[in-house]
């Protein structure tokens, strides 16, 4: 653990792309399983966490779980691959594979949101409502978890 440690705070950071770190981190994460529970869990916020230091990512918005969990067979295999028979092309593209598309379904999830966003916004200046509900709506869509308080700010 303390040998990843030293790597992921080395000075020549830069010397790697991100994503080829992201995915070497992630392996090395994965492997050492220093947690009884909650190894997938840390190992895959570690991504975007990387990503975000390496000013790849402005936001951690990388959540790599539903693909990764959907494919856990083939994960793990490419990640055993690795180990066994030093299969790093294999893990790399697969993990480059799981970044994408990703990202794709991020992008198309925000655009669903902006567009529902969009959609209350209108619903409510066809029906003259006031203003003050359309920043509600905004505000809304920027924090989706609030209490009644933070709503009473306006």
Known sequence: MHALELYIQREDRQALPALLDAALIHYQFETIHPFADGN?????ILIPIVLVDRKTLSHPALF???YLEARKDDYIDRMLLVSQAG????WIVFFLEAVEETCKQTIETANTLFALRERYRKNLQEAGRSALLLKIVDYLFIN???????LLCF
Request: glycine share 10%; hydrophobic share 25%.
């Open 87 to 90: 299969r790093w092309t294999d």
């Open 64 to 66: 790599m779980s539903p």
């Open 144 to 150: 989706p978890v609030f209490t009644t308080r933070s």
């Open 40 to 44: 997938g869990r840390v190992g895959r």
